[in-house]
C-alpha cells in the first residue's frame, strides 16, 4: 500500500493565508462601516440641531464607542429634524392666523363664518343679500363686488335717520326761546302743532 505524503505545514501555510485575507476583508470592511457610522452621525445631527457642543459630542460617541455610541446617539439625539420643526410651526402659525382672521358677532362677540348672513347665537344682521345677483354682501358695501349692483346698506339708512332726530329736536328745543327771537315762533308753531295732535 503506497504512502500518503501529507504536507501539513504548507497546508497550514495556506489556512493562515486564508484567513490573513479574511481578517484583512472584515477588516477593511468594520473600517468603512465605523467611518460609514460616524459620518452618517454628522449629517442626522446635523438636520436636527445647530448645536456645535452637541454636534460634535455626538460624533465622538460614535467615533469612540461604534455600534454602542450609536444605540446611545439614537436616544439623545432630538426626535424631529430642523424641517420638521419648521413644518410644524408653519403649521401652527397657520392654524392661529385663521383663528384670529375669523370674523366675530359685532354685537355678542361669538365666531362666525365668512358667509353667516345671520349671528347664530343673537340673531344679529352680519350681512345681506344683492338684489341683483343675490350674493352675500357685507352691510358696508355699497356696491356689490360681483355684479356692480348699487345699493344702500340698510344699517346706513337708519344711521342717517337716528343722527337727524338729535340734530332737530337740538335746534328746536336746544334752549327758551325769548320773545322777538326768530326761534321763539319755531318753537311756538311746534307746541300748537303738538297740543293739536294731542286734542285729536
Avoid at 34 to 54: E, G, K, N, P, Q
Wanted: net charge negative; with cysteine.
Amino acid at each position: 500500500m503506497p504512502e500518503i505524503n501529507i504536507d501539513f505545514v504548507a497546508i497550514l501555510d495556506r489556512v493562515s493565508q486564508v484567513l490573513e485575507v479574511a481578517a484583512l476583508c472584515f477588516g477593511a470592511f468594520m473600517a468603512a462601516f465605523w467611518i460609514s457610522l460616524v459620518v452618517w452621525t454628522f449629517r442626522d445631527i446635523r438636520s436636527r440641531t445647530h448645536d456645535i457642543f452637541f454636534q460634535l459630542l455626538s460624533v465622538l460617541l460614535v467615533l469612540v464607542f461604534n455600534v454602542l455610541g450609536l444605540f446611545l446617539y439614537l436616544i439623545l439625539r432630538p426626535k424631529e429634524t430642523l424641517a420638521e420643526r419648521y413644518e410644524r410651526a408653519l403649521a401652527e402659525e397657520a392654524l392661529l392666523q385663521d383663528i384670529e382672521e375669523r370674523p366675530v358677532c359685532p354685537s355678542c362677540g361669538v365666531r362666525v363664518a365668512s358667509d353667516f348672513m345671520l349671528c347664530p347665537a343673537c340673531h344679529t344682521q352680519l350681512k345681506h343679500h344683492c338684489d341683483a345677483c343675490g350674493r352675500l354682501n357685507e352691510l358696508k358695501w355699497k356696491v356689490c363686488p360681483y355684479c356692480g349692483h348699487v345699493h344702500e346698506p340698510a344699517e346706513a339708512a337708519d344711521t342717517l335717520e337716528a343722527r337727524a332726530v338729535p340734530v332737530e329736536t337740538e335746534q328746536v328745543f336746544g334752549r327758551p326761546a325769548e320773545d322777538g327771537e326768530p326761534g321763539a315762533a319755531v318753537e311756538t308753531t311746534v307746541m300748537a302743532e303738538s297740543d293739536h295732535q294731542m286734542a285729536g
